[in-house]
């Protein structure tokens, strides 16, 4: 499933259809804020090209995070805010063709990832959530979002992440269920973060944790009916990376192909 005809119209009209192309959308670790740069004379163009990429996020999990991140500065975008949504463009020429395959033969067993970036926003310093939900070899489900709140330890970001995707994958389960797709086992779900595992395990409330409670019980009580067995996975590994920051090239690439995102034209550069 690829949108690459909506991907080169947004190029040609940008003027970029010949331009040098990047590796990855966004500059590793990569901040932006709402005062740095001088503002754009044109802040409907910025708008208007924004507003295109989120409709290119249908296809492109591998653009969503850098997308979230533009979209945040709609009211007033500045020149190092334009210059971000070049660099995606420029990924963009080097991938046009890039979207989701879905294979013919699927085993139909639900898995996920979950992760945070902790405190990742300068200004307000909530955290990105981020979560990515496959059925067999299928990315199905992903989400980023910054949370509402602002979360006082790692351990409580990655834990209102992975309460997060237990509701996406309790609500997928009825789908499929309703589609006559039972899952018969356990579904994996993977994060990175040791203290969100055991907390889960044992959920041990005290002074540190007693303000996510309730995520703790909605984790516990898909645990225990069986929903759901979680996992610990390497950071390298972790998927819901690319959903949670801005990752260098090496990274980028890897999680990127493990997403089961493909470009099934051929190449239109090739390596510099």
Not at 58 to 85: C, E, G, N
Not at 174 to 195: G, M, R, S
Request: proline share 4%; with cysteine; hydrophobic share 40%.
């Amino acid at each position: 499933m690829s949108q690459r005809k909506y991907a080169l119209d947004i190029l040609q009209d940008s003027g970029l259809l010949g331009a040098r192309p990047n590796k990855f959308p966004m500059e590793q670790n990569l901040k932006l804020t709402p005062t740095d740069g001088a503002l754009l004379n044109d802040a409907i163009k910025y708008r208007r090209l924004v507003g295109k990429l989120i409709y290119l996020t249908v296809t492109r999990p591998d653009i969503v995070y850098s997308v979230l991140a533009l979209s945040q500065f709609m009211h007033q975008p500045r020149k190092p805010h334009w210059d971000a949504a070049i660099r995606i463009l420029k990924y963009i020429e080097g991938t046009p063709g890039q979207g989701l395959l879905f294979p013919a033969t699927n085993n139909l067993a639900l898995k996920a990832f979950c992760d945070s970036d902790w405190g990742g926003c300068r200004v307000t310093r909530r955290s990105v959530i981020g979560y990515c939900v496959f059925l067999g070899n299928s990315l199905i489900s992903w989400k980023s979002k910054k949370q509402a709140n602002v979360s006082r330890s790692s351990a409580e970001a990655e834990y209102r992440a992975m309460a997060n995707t237990c509701l996406e994958l309790t609500w997928l389960c009825y789908i499929l269920q309703d589609l006559k797709v039972p899952q018969i086992a356990h579904t994996p779900l993977f994060c990175d973060n040791q203290a969100t595992l055991y907390i889960a395990t044992n959920p041990v409330f005290h002074e540190c944790t007693k303000h996510i409670e309730i995520d703790c019980h909605i984790i516990r009580e898909k645990l225990q009916a069986g929903m759901i067995s979680h996992s610990h996975v390497s950071t390298r590994f972790q998927l819901a990376d690319v959903f949670t920051k801005a990752l260098g090239k090496d990274q980028f690439v890897a999680l990127r192909d493990k997403l089961g995102v493909h470009d099934i034209y051929s190449p239109t550069w090739g390596e510099y």
